[in-house]
């Protein structure tokens, strides 16, 4: 029976930022923290093959900041076991590094069949911590998942990508990202909620792995941040006027043509 | 070992490519160095030449049968092995979604930093690489350099322009590289039906939004679109809620730049803008004036739809002489 992996991230709930209009500095302080959307479509993918083929669905996840809400409510979605792997030191760690510091807990996982991410996260979107853990464990990958089949110990997985659908078949173990294609998270039952607080979290922090600190955080990251401001609007915001909707259509429709912007 | 000397480019999307030489070749002047094209391939020694034309001083070509299948396997250890070899200092991958793979395998296997979706670049006075991206949902642009080389960066379609080809001279360097062996197998390939021009191609595009009612309705925005010779393109909401449509304009969709977008009953939520940000004029038709659409448009028209859209298709074909 698989045990599967699901690797979950707490996010920036990106629609709650502000914008300090003065500074064009972006204001996080309040924004409320999320499950990854699509880190959910992979912990229900995962928990669906459970359902069909029985199995373990264990979840990861590596944050700075405490993140037990986001164990928990992966519990309560239908995970067996949550790892909350929390230390401060994790701050400005970079996609080399996250996907390190995964590696090195999975690592203390013992065997796993599968193992399932989102295709990126919803705050930070760079994709790039799925394929970097594959290689750091040395297994093949298969990316943008949106069709996800198990038989044995052969997974077949149809990607997503931007001019075909590409099937690849791979041995286990074997990790794969998924899109929001894939499925439609399922919202937990509030008996599902209560059951999930008997559940398991267990947490660690940097003393619990075999880590040099000097590989983690600002130190071990290879990118560094200058500066991360709101962009310019520089739109002009010209209202068209007119008595009629006739005469405000003309209007806009001289002031197109006059920009030189048609495609004919 | 000397100083990493040299702006390498690789996508294995062609027009990506030449487009990535025509930002590296600013980057390469500006660090003084030379700009070096990857081809990866079966049989590509006539494209060398190409690459060359559109400004590459050199070009690192490895023929190898096994690239046809695009394996990312064998695009990760090829791009490894000769980055090992030759210490290129920038590296820049085209974004697509195989390019974003191999790129965060590559960075992976030699231990260096990758941004991703890179849509500003350029060289500061350290000499370092300035990466420039769209994060938090499109609310911000992070600026980034790397502090190990190479310093690789992926980008975008159509971010930025490929040079005039010329006729100049440049070297082949042919490398024989051992290729790992992949370990995923492809089965199957099925083609998605590409639309006439894709969205991301069009050079106007006409947007519906929540406040077109009805999917029949979307015929008053096909008409206008073919009056300005462009393509219809749709929010998230009518593909992922009503189920209308499979391909929206965002963050998590299709981002354009066309030389006009008009985005009718659009909000404008912060990930559709993102989506639409860097499109050369922006018409704003919506009924709700606190629309935040209208804060990011040049023209806008405080009205419904399904009055306005007719006319200015009416307006456009009487001043064009349209019958």
Same mark, same amino acid.
């Given at each position: 029976m698989p045990r599967i992996i699901v690797c979950v991230k707490q996010a920036l !709930?990106?629609?709650e930022l502000r914008v300090d209009?003065?500074?064009r500095l972006i204001i996080a302080a309040g924004a409320s923290r999320k499950i990854s959307d699509f880190d959910k479509n992979a912990l229900e993918e995962a928990i669906r093959l459970k359902e069909k083929q029985g199995g373990e669905v264990v979840v990861v996840t590596v944050s700075p900041e405490d993140a037990a809400m986001t164990s928990r409510e992966t519990l309560a979605i239908g995970a067996d076991k949550a790892y909350l792997v929390n !230390?401060? *030191?994790?701050?400005?760690?970079d996609t080399l590094v996250t996907s390190y510091i995964l590696s090195e807990v999975i690592k203390k996982l013992g065997e796993f069949d599968l193992i399932l991410c989102g295709?990126?996260?919803?705050?930070?979107? *760079?994709?790039?911590v799925g394929p970097r853990l594959a290689e750091r464990l040395g297994i093949p990958q298969i990316t943008y998942v949106r069709k996800l089949s198990l038989d044995g110990n052969v997974v077949t997985g149809e990607r997503s990508l931007e001019d075909c659908y590409e099937t690849v078949r791979a041995k286990t173990p074997v990790l794969l990202t998924v899109t929001g294609e894939i499925n439609e998270p399922r919202i937990p039952s509030l008996m599902a909620i209560m059951k999930a607080s008997k559940k398991e979290i267990v947490k660690w922090n940097?003393? $619990?792995?075999?880590?040099?600190?000097?590989?983690?955080g600002v130190k071990g990251s290879a990118i560094q941040v200058t500066e991360v401001l709101a962009p310019k609007v520089e739109r002009r915001k010209i209202v068209m006027k007119g008595e009629t909707v006739e005469e405000v259509a003309e209007e806009l429709a001289k002031a197109l043509i006059e920009e030189g912007v048609i495609g004919r | 070992m000397g100083e990493p000397k040299g702006v390498w480019v690789f996508s294995e999307n062609k027009d990506l490519t030449l487009e990535l030489l025509g930002k590296g070749n600013e980057l390469a002047d500006k660090l003084q160095t030379e700009l070096a094209a990857v081809l990866l391939g079966q049989n590509v020694e006539n494209q060398a030449n190409e690459l060359i034309g559109f400004g590459a001083d050199r070009v690192y070509m490895v023929d190898n049968p096994q690239f046809k299948n695009l394996h990312a396997e064998s695009y990760v250890s090829a791009l490894t092995s000769l980055a090992k070899q030759y210490e290129p200092d920038v590296l820049l991958i085209g974004s697509t979604k195989r390019g974003k793979e191999v790129a965060s395998r590559v960075a992976t296997r030699l231990e260096t930093g990758c941004v991703p979706d890179c849509t500003h670049l350029s060289i500061d006075e350290n000499k370092r690489l300035l990466m420039g991206r769209m994060v938090y949902g499109g609310n911000a642009v992070a600026t980034h350099f790397s502090?190990?080389?190479?310093?690789i960066a992926t980008v975008p379609p159509r971010a930025f322009e490929k040079l005039e080809y010329k006729e100049r001279k440049g070297e082949i360097i042919k490398v024989d590289v051992e290729l790992e062996q992949p370990r995923t197998e492809v089965v199957e390939v099925k083609e998605?039906?590409?639309?006439?021009?894709k969205i991301e191609e069009a050079k106007v595009v006409v947007a519906g939004g929540r406040?077109?009612?009805?999917?029949? !309705?979307f015929k008053i925005l096909d008409e206008l679109a073919e009056v300005l010779g462009g393509q219809v393109a749709y929010t998230r909401p009518l593909c992922? $809620?009503?189920?209308?449509?499979?391909d929206w304009v965002g963050l998590s969709g299709n981002k354009i730049k066309p030389a006009l977008y008009i985005g009718c009953g659009? *909000?404008?939520?912060i990930q559709h803008v993102a989506g639409i940000r860097d499109s050369q004029i922006i018409v704003a038709i919506n009924k709700?004036?606190?629309?935040?659409?209208f804060e990011v448009a040049d023209y806008m028209i405080e009205g419904d739809l399904y009055e306005i859209v007719p006319a200015l298709s009416a307006a456009l074909k009487k001043l064009l002489k349209i019958s």
């Amino acid at each position: 029976m698989p045990r599967i992996i699901v690797c979950v991230k707490q996010a920036l !709930d990106v629609t709650e930022l502000r914008v300090d209009s003065a500074t064009r500095l972006i204001i996080a302080a309040g924004a409320s923290r999320k499950i990854s959307d699509f880190d959910k479509n992979a912990l229900e993918e995962a928990i669906r093959l459970k359902e069909k083929q029985g199995g373990e669905v264990v979840v990861v996840t590596v944050s700075p900041e405490d993140a037990a809400m986001t164990s928990r409510e992966t519990l309560a979605i239908g995970a067996d076991k949550a790892y909350l792997v929390n !230390d401060p *030191s994790f701050e400005k760690s970079d996609t080399l590094v996250t996907s390190y510091i995964l590696s090195e807990v999975i690592k203390k996982l013992g065997e796993f069949d599968l193992i399932l991410c989102g295709e990126a996260s919803v705050d930070s979107y *760079s994709a790039q911590v799925g394929p970097r853990l594959a290689e750091r464990l040395g297994i093949p990958q298969i990316t943008y998942v949106r069709k996800l089949s198990l038989d044995g110990n052969v997974v077949t997985g149809e990607r997503s990508l931007e001019d075909c659908y590409e099937t690849v078949r791979a041995k286990t173990p074997v990790l794969l990202t998924v899109t929001g294609e894939i499925n439609e998270p399922r919202i937990p039952s509030l008996m599902a909620i209560m059951k999930a607080s008997k559940k398991e979290i267990v947490k660690w922090n940097m003393r $619990d792995l075999s880590i040099p600190e000097e590989k983690i955080g600002v130190k071990g990251s290879a990118i560094q941040v200058t500066e991360v401001l709101a962009p310019k609007v520089e739109r002009r915001k010209i209202v068209m006027k007119g008595e009629t909707v006739e005469e405000v259509a003309e209007e806009l429709a001289k002031a197109l043509i006059e920009e030189g912007v048609i495609g004919r | 070992m000397g100083e990493p000397k040299g702006v390498w480019v690789f996508s294995e999307n062609k027009d990506l490519t030449l487009e990535l030489l025509g930002k590296g070749n600013e980057l390469a002047d500006k660090l003084q160095t030379e700009l070096a094209a990857v081809l990866l391939g079966q049989n590509v020694e006539n494209q060398a030449n190409e690459l060359i034309g559109f400004g590459a001083d050199r070009v690192y070509m490895v023929d190898n049968p096994q690239f046809k299948n695009l394996h990312a396997e064998s695009y990760v250890s090829a791009l490894t092995s000769l980055a090992k070899q030759y210490e290129p200092d920038v590296l820049l991958i085209g974004s697509t979604k195989r390019g974003k793979e191999v790129a965060s395998r590559v960075a992976t296997r030699l231990e260096t930093g990758c941004v991703p979706d890179c849509t500003h670049l350029s060289i500061d006075e350290n000499k370092r690489l300035l990466m420039g991206r769209m994060v938090y949902g499109g609310n911000a642009v992070a600026t980034h350099f790397s502090c190990a080389k190479p310093q690789i960066a992926t980008v975008p379609p159509r971010a930025f322009e490929k040079l005039e080809y010329k006729e100049r001279k440049g070297e082949i360097i042919k490398v024989d590289v051992e290729l790992e062996q992949p370990r995923t197998e492809v089965v199957e390939v099925k083609e998605i039906e590409a639309a006439k021009v894709k969205i991301e191609e069009a050079k106007v595009v006409v947007a519906g939004g929540r406040g077109v009612e009805k999917k029949e !309705d979307f015929k008053i925005l096909d008409e206008l679109a073919e009056v300005l010779g462009g393509q219809v393109a749709y929010t998230r909401p009518l593909c992922e $809620d009503r189920k209308w449509f499979t391909d929206w304009v965002g963050l998590s969709g299709n981002k354009i730049k066309p030389a006009l977008y008009i985005g009718c009953g659009i *909000s404008g939520v912060i990930q559709h803008v993102a989506g639409i940000r860097d499109s050369q004029i922006i018409v704003a038709i919506n009924k709700d004036p606190e629309a935040p659409i209208f804060e990011v448009a040049d023209y806008m028209i405080e009205g419904d739809l399904y009055e306005i859209v007719p006319a200015l298709s009416a307006a456009l074909k009487k001043l064009l002489k349209i019958s």
